[in-house]
T-cell receptor
Framework: SQTIHQWPATLVQPVGSPLSLECTVE??????LYWYRQAAGRGLQLLFY??????ISSEVPQNLSASRPQDRQFILSSKKLLLSDSGFYLC??????????FGPGTRLTVT | AQSVTQLDSQVPVFEEAPVELRCNYS??????LFWYVQYPNQGLQLLLK??????LVKGINGFEAEFNKSQTSFHLRKPSVHISDTAEYFC???????????????FGGGTRVLVKP
């Protein structure tokens, strides 16, 4: 069966520091991969998605970036965090052309 | 472009009472529809999906939803809720593969359900 991992589970970082969040999927190959953010009390915002290694589509202009160095690995990064980057970050994958499956999330607090 | 509207941001309901969460979508093409549930500090879990066929879809945990093409709605229902159903619920829509937005899900703003004893 397929499993999706995210780490770390929680993170507290100062403003201006770098960020690296990692997502890996097991049990499937060539999945579509997605990064979402949930700000406090708000819905899901799609940040990036990838249909293959090295292929990244950005949905919202911001100081975040994403990379897909391996088939089942998706990384979210920032060079300098802003207070507004705080939120709950969710990674998701899709193998069949239908539903997405979500990871457990990373709670990021920028102080 | 497609969009999803969840008409109620919060729904308080007593335990063992029925609940209905409303979802309307707009799209110029045929769509696939989904309901997800999110418990506090967790990822989203798929409750049910409509791809084609019968317009009444049954999902996990006793939930069901009905697709109404003429009203572009996909309302979620449960005849008797439990305390454990307290969570946030998201409706989502996807276009078929091969379309411009076929790789993405568009989510509604969510409905927070609070089940009271």
């Amino acid at each position: 069966s397929q499993t999706i991992h995210q780490w770390p589970a929680t993170l507290v970082q100062p403003v201006g520091s770098p960020l690296s969040l990692e997502c890996t999927v097991e049990g499937t190959s060539n999945p579509n991969l997605y990064w979402y953010r949930q700000a406090a009390g708000r819905g899901l915002q799609l940040l990036f998605y990838s249909v293959g290694i090295g292929q990244i589509s950005s949905e919202v202009p911001q100081n975040l970036s994403a990379s897909r160095p391996q088939d089942r690995q998706f990384i979210l990064s920032s060079k300098k965090l802003l207070l507004s980057d705080s939120g709950f970050y969710l990674c998701a994958w899709r193998a069949q052309p239908y539903e997405q499956y979500f990871g457990p999330g990373t709670r990021l607090t920028v102080t | 472009a497609q969009s999803v509207t969840q008409l109620d941001s919060q729904v308080p309901v007593f335990e063992e009472a029925p609940v209905e969460l409303r979802c309307n979508y707009s799209s110029s093409v045929s769509v696939y529809l989904f309901w997800y549930v999110q418990y506090p500090n967790q990822g989203l879990q798929l409750l049910l999906k409509y791809l084609s066929g019968s317009t009444l879809v049954k999902g996990i945990n006793g939930f069901e939803a009905e697709f109404n093409k003429s009203q572009t709605s996909f309302h979620l229902r449960k005849p008797s809720v439990h305390i454990s159903d307290t969570a946030e619920y998201f409706c989502a829509v996807s276009e078929p593969p091969g379309s411009a937005a076929g790789n993405k899900l568009t989510f509604g703003g969510g409905t927070r359900v609070l089940v009271k004893p």
